[in-house]
């Protein structure tokens, strides 16, 4: 679990700029934009899944 979570901030960073600028060049702007809401609505459900909070106690 701890390799997901450590994972999960580094993966998005890299993969989605990267997805949105060849939707961009290869299909058309409005793709990439798309892509970008809904990649950026997936990771962030990642990153609320994924988190590790503090005990409180």
């Known amino acids: 679990m701890?390799?997901?979570v450590a994972l999960t901030?580094?993966?998005g960073a890299v993969?989605?700029?990267l997805?949105?600028?060849?939707l961009m060049l290869k299909v058309s702007i409005?793709?990439?934009?798309l892509?970008?809401?809904?990649?950026s609505s997936l990771w962030f459900v990642?990153?609320?899944l994924t988190s590790e909070l503090?005990?409180?106690?």
């Open 2 to 4: 701890k390799t997901l």
């Open 9 to 11: 901030p580094i993966s």
């Open 15 to 17: 993969l989605m700029p």
């Open 19 to 22: 997805i949105v600028t060849l």
């Open 30 to 33: 409005g793709a990439g934009v």
């Open 35 to 39: 892509a970008a809401v809904g990649i």
């Open 46 to 48: 990642a990153m609320l």
């Open 54 to 57: 503090p005990e409180h106690g």
